[in-house]
């Protein structure tokens, strides 16, 4: 029974993880940027929501309302600044830029917030499923992924600025041909991957403690995340961070808990070496 709670409760937080890989996978099946500054913003986004709830009181799942808005200014600004010169550039050159920014947003976060921990004390107690007890904030956080991705999934579909998103990530030449202007549409995806990022960094605050220096093990995953399923491809994105999660809640169960990364980065690697297009296959 301790096995199958530490697997659903892997589960629900791999909602979570999966939701910032979407973010990450967004902006790489667009524009092909990997970007570096994803980490330090998802602590951006971690320190968002606590200010709204520690400073003005908001429900810290209100308040990921504003920190998706945040989010996706804050992707509009770096975009700007430092990603649009370098999109057509070899990669390194956006590597560069957006490593330039995970600096920068770390550099002045530490002087702002320090690297002293904080946390949300938020608590909404327990749930109880037969003999299986789950904290409530984790499940609600899962229920937020779901409700974001499904927004992500009716946007892209299902409205213009989305099926221009989509044309361009296709083809951007073709896309500019029929009239679609390709600056603003990848600064759109710019801004939702990092509104993305913002909004996982804001769920996984309300169960663990962070600081300024958090999101880098986030970005990692994250990494693993996109390639376990299908670099580009958000739906794999999801279904990876499934899978990662999964395997978080159960690994403690069977070997001591460092042996977490150890497994998931040899997961990485095996897939790398296998099956490089990942489970559901990346962009083509």
């Known amino acids: 029974m301790q096995l199958l709670s530490s697997l659903i409760d892997g589960i629900l937080i791999g909602f979570v993880y999966g939701v910032a890989a979407v973010g990450l996978t967004l902006i790489w099946g667009v524009m092909s940027v990997i970007n570096l500054s994803h980490g330090p913003v998802m602590a951006l986004g971690m320190f968002s929501t606590y200010l709204l709830f520690a400073n003005l009181g908001v429900n810290p799942y209100l308040a990921l309302i504003g920190v998706a808005v945040f989010g996706l200014v804050l992707g509009l600004v770096i975009y700007t600044v430092a990603v649009h010169r370098v999109i057509s550039a070899p990669h390194l050159s956006s590597l560069l ?7 920068i947003i770390i550099g002045i976060g530490t002087a702002v917030f320090s690297t002293s921990p904080h946390n949300i004390d938020f608590s909404l107690g327990s749930i109880s499923l037969g ?61 939702i991957g990092t509104a993305l990022a ?10 663990f403690p962070f600081t300024i220096l ?10 693993v995340i996109c390639v376990l399923g299908g670099l580009g491809n958000p739906l794999g994105a999801l279904l990876g961070g499934l899978l990662l999660g999964g395997l978080e809640g159960l690994i403690p169960t069977v070997m001591p808990v460092s042996w977490v990364p150890v497994l998931e980065f040899g997961l990485f690697i095996l897939v790398l070496l296998v099956k490089p297009s990942g489970l559901l296959g990346a962009k083509s």
Do not use: D, H
């Not at 830029?97 to 600096?103: I, K, P, R």
């Not at 937020?144 to 296709?170: D, E, Q």
């Open 214 to 223: 958090s999101g880098g093990p986030y970005e990692l995953k994250s990494f």
């Open 198 to 207: 913002c909004v996982a960094g804001g769920l996984i605050a309300t169960f």
């Open 131 to 191: 003999p299986i007890i789950l904290p409530a904030t984790r499940l609600l956080a899962a229920v937020a992924a779901i409700l974001f991705t499904a927004l992500l999934y009716i946007f892209l579909y299902f409205t213009r600025p989305g099926k221009a998103i989509r044309a361009v990530a296709n083809n951007r030449t073709a896309a500019e041909l029929m009239g679609i202007p390709s600056a603003q549409v990848l600064a759109l995806s710019f801004g």
């Open 97 to 103: 830029a957006t490593f330039a920014v995970n600096m």
